[in-house]
Nanobody
Framework: QVQLVESGGGLVQAGGSLRLSCAAS????????MGWYRQAPGKRRELVGV???????NYADSVKGRFTISRDNAKNTVDLQMNSLKPEDTAVYYC????????????????WGQGTQVTVSS
């Protein structure tokens, strides 16, 4: 079984910064993509940023230039550095690991963390 544990959420004023971290643990052979999603009250969950095993990244337009995603393949961790935060960034942020292999020939699976709250005050 694979688990994702997030940390680093909290309350920050507009213009401030936060860093989210996510660690995947369990029987892991490899992980293709790791990313961050967020869900604000009354809204659908949306992609924030994703990074694949080669380091290629993709971001939502709303966070480009402000957020940076990074990954440590050896440790199976993914971080999200959030700068110049805005009140509209307030949401529960979820870590995601996609195409997780527990062995060379296993069926890949997708996993989610439990979420961490980020609140940006104006």
């Amino acid at each position: 079984q694979v688990q994702l544990v997030e940390s680093g959420g909290g309350l920050v004023q507009a213009g401030g910064s936060l860093r989210l971290s996510c660690a995947a643990s369990g029987s892991i052979f490899s992980i293709n993509a790791m990313g961050w999603y967020r869900q604000a009250p009354g809204k659908r969950r949306e992609l924030v940023g994703v990074i694949n095993a080669s380091g290629a990244t993709n971001y939502a337009d709303s966070v480009k230039g402000r957020f940076t995603i990074s990954r440590d393949n050896a440790k199976n961790t993914v971080d999200l550095q959030m700068n110049s935060l805005k009140p509209e960034d307030t949401a529960v942020y979820y870590c995601n690991a996609d195409q997780v292999y527990t062995s060379l020939y296993s069926t890949p699976r997708n996993y989610w963390g439990q979420g961490t709250q980020v609140t940006v005050s104006s």
